[in-house]
């Protein structure tokens, strides 16, 4: 286990050494043209979203609903938070997803059902009439498995009419603990504080460990 958290930790590191890879090697190609714009890129993006905190928050509670991809957004939280302070972000991040994870849930278990039966209803495909017994156990899978997108996830438990409050009892402390991994992450390298940047790894290493985990007991259970 000890090996694996280390290989874990090292593949973290080696995405954060890709990125600084990339940002020097454009300033080496593009010289001092280069360096100055992203250093506007980054100062203007640096003070709109530490200005505008709420809308940033916001954007967290509803554009992923879209299928806009959130980790973009969790980087730009941990901007805010290494300004504002890494453990406020997480806060207001997991508060956010509580947002998103509500109003997912129920466009998806009433409106979104309903069309979708109506459709399904000139095939042959159906959905479940009752909610899976395991539906609990697969939920847990979901989020934990690296790779599936949350809102994947929320859509899906939703319209499988998984109880509203099992599905909070579930995703919100996945996400909220996985969501605070990226933040602090991202928090201690715009802050340049190390700690909270070894923090957020160790918490995206265990969340990817207990989805392998989750993922070989289900297949164990099945054989």
């Not at 290494?82 to 129920?106: E, K």
């Amino acid at each position: 286990m000890g090996h694996k958290i280390i290989w874990l930790l090292a593949c973290v590191a080696l995405v954060f050494a890709l990125l600084f890879g990339a940002y020097f090697a454009i300033i080496e190609f593009g010289g001092e043209q280069a360096q100055a714009w992203l250093y506007n890129i980054w100062s203007y993006t640096q003070n709109l979203l530490t200005e505008n905190g709420p809308l940033l928050f916001l954007a967290i509670a509803i554009l992923p609903g879209f299928i806009l991809p959130v980790a973009p957004l969790l980087g730009f939280a941990g901007l805010w938070g290494g300004v504002h302070g890494p453990w406020l972000s997480c806060i207001y991040c997991s508060m956010a997803l509580f947002v998103n994870l509500c109003w997912t849930y129920w466009f998806a278990h009433g409106p979104a059902r309903g069309v979708l039966i109506k459709l399904l209803s000139r095939t042959r495909f159906q959905l479940p009439e009752g909610t899976p017994k395991n539906m609990l156990e697969w939920a847990l899978i979901l989020r934990l498995t690296p790779g599936v997108p949350f809102i994947f996830t929320n859509y899906t438990l939703g319209l499988l009419g998984m109880s509203f409050t099992q599905y909070i009892s579930v995703s919100l402390p996945i996400l909220a603990f996985t969501a605070s991994g990226y933040v602090l992450a991202f928090a201690g390298i715009f802050g340049g504080e190390w700690k909270y940047l070894w923090t957020g790894a160790c918490i995206i290493a265990v969340t990817i460990l207990l989805g392998r985990f989750a993922i070989k007991r289900k297949h164990r259970h099945a054989n």
